[in-house]
């Protein structure tokens, strides 16, 4: 280990800073997040330190370089101006009054150097890669934020206000070790996460009442109903990964990609529920069953849905059940099918010169027949996003026409949108259905109606099968 990693209480301390620009203006920031009080030394401060100067009780301005009496009483120095001949005073200054320095980019000046920061107060990570690599610092950053929920932080202040509590209800030792695993393994964290504090106060004392008893408690588990997104696992959210990690077991179907089923925490048991083999298909009611029945076993019940939950997902009837039988759970968003397919095929669902509304429609048939509200579909300036379209696409097309619509009007057809198999083809609503009847598409497709589906030629930067006519 290069140099020692030591957090430093600053809390109405006194830091120096040299310079003026963006370093110092940051590094006066992070003094001050950490509560200390703040000199800066500078013949003016550049505009990074507008947001800085908001706190005038706690940061005053020199407007010269600082002298060895200024630095009588601080605790810290930071020298971080633009000229090196400043820095190397300011590090003169502070070596003599043996304040520990700190200099930007010259790691062979300083006393300490400073770490990437993960703030999650009063949790806080620091990175060090000892002034070798500050980039590599920042790279790792982004991992570990990735990982920690932005709530984390209350995890830590929600625990910590139990701390004595459970101190004096727990005597041993290792009894307070196994309670608190058992609690920040939980449903407690999931509940504070979540920003239900009250009803994660409540689960604590219960919790805290059976150990201290010496009760084994069995728990409810709880359902996380996720949006995966349309394929590209990158597209998976920050949350929705997190749950995945955490999951004990996994529902999912057709629509969610091996990609994205590699991203469940190894362990967990995989159920699927789409098509069996059979072609017996697990019916809501068959799945809305089994989610409730694991939750009570007390499971954590990952439900992974292609898309986005909540639209053509029938998400909302799987929790309604959920609810009903008064089991715990969080719905995740995810990128629907339309705007993942959209975005990786080069095509803006609203444009200023050609669409101001977008209509996102299903053309899933009831007994055969495609039931649109074709006169809403056929108004100009809009585009349509049509789900589970492919198998009517030639009626759809023609029930465009049929209600008005040039049949010259623009389709795009996005098949396996935003995989490594993604195909688009373009055609208009006279051609569509043999255009794509020809590329032999394999589904799950989407159809795009409208103009916008001109600015593809131009804005499609996805190379993948790009069948334009
Ligand atoms: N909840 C999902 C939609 C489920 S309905 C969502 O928000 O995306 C299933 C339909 O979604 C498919 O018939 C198809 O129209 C569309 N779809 C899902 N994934 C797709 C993909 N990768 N490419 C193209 N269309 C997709």
């Not at 709880?222 to 949350?239: C, H």
């Not at 749950?243 to 048991?269: C, P």
């Not at 339309?338 to 899933?364: E, K, S």
């Amino acid at each position: 280990m290069d140099q020692l990693p030591v957090f430093f209480d600053l809390k109405d301390r006194w830091v120096a800073v040299i310079g003026g620009g963006p370093q110092a203006a940051r590094r006066a920031e992070l003094a001050l997040r950490a509560g200390a009080r703040v000199r800066v030394f500078a013949a003016t401060l550049g505009g990074d330190f507008e947001t800085v100067i908001r706190h005038p009780d706690r940061i005053a301005h020199v407007p010269r370089l600082p002298a060895a009496a200024d630095l009588e009483g601080v605790t810290l120095v930071f020298c971080a101006d633009g000229d090196k001949a400043c820095n190397a005073a300011g590090r003169d200054l502070a070596k003599a009054a043996r304040i520990p320095c700190n200099v930007v980019d010259t790691p062979e000046w300083c006393d300490f150097t400073m770490p990437s920061i993960v703030d999650r107060s009063p949790v806080v990570i620091a990175i060090s890669t000892a002034g070798t690599s500050p980039i590599l610092g920042r790279m790792i950053k982004a991992r570990i934020e990735t990982m920690l929920p932005a709530a984390y932080g209350r995890i830590a202040q929600f625990v910590g206000r139990f701390r004595r509590k459970v101190t004096v209800a727990i005597k041993s030792f290792d009894g307070r070790r196994h309670f608190w695993e058992r609690i920040l393994e939980g449903p407690v964290v999931d509940r504070v996460l979540a920003g239900r504090d009250a009803e994660a106060a409540a689960e604590f004392e219960v919790e805290l009442a059976a150990a201290a008893a010496g009760i084994a408690r069995s728990r409810t588990g709880e359902v996380y109903l996720v949006g995966a997104g349309p394929g590209d696992p990158d597209l998976v959210t920050f949350k929705a990964l997190r749950l995945m990690q955490r999951a004990d077991v996994v529902l999912y179907d057709r629509l969610v990609g091996d990609g994205i089923l590699g991203l469940v925490r190894r362990e967990a048991e995989r159920i699927y529920v789409g098509k069996l083999p059979t072609e017996h298909t697990a019916s809501q009611d068959e799945i809305g069953a089994m989610l409730v029945r694991l939750a009570q076993e007390g499971k954590r019940v990952l439900r992974l849905k292609g898309g986005d939950p909540f639209l053509f997902g029938r998400g909302g009837e799987e929790i309604e059940r959920l609810a009903g039988a008064g089991i715990p759970f969080q719905v995740v968003p995810g990128v629907t099918a339309a705007l993942g397919c959209a975005a990786y095929a080069g095509i803006p669902l609203t444009h200023r010169d050609h669409a101001g509304a977008c209509v996102f429609v299903t053309g899933h048939s009831r007994e055969g027949k495609v039931d649109l509200d074709w006169t809403a579909l056929v108004r100009p300036r809009q585009t349509v996003a049509v789900y589970m379209g492919l198998s009517h696409l030639a009626e759809i097309a023609r029930g465009f026409v049929d209600h008005g619509a040039d049949p010259a009007l623009p389709v795009a057809v996005v098949d396996g949108g935003t995989r490594p198999e993604q195909q688009v083809v373009i055609g208009n609503l006279a051609d569509i259905a043999q255009r794509s009847e020809a590329a032999a598409l394999k589904g799950p497709a989407i159809l795009i109606v409208g103009t916008v589906v001109r600015l593809h030629e131009t804005l499609g930067w996805n190379a993948t099968g790009s069948q334009t006519s």
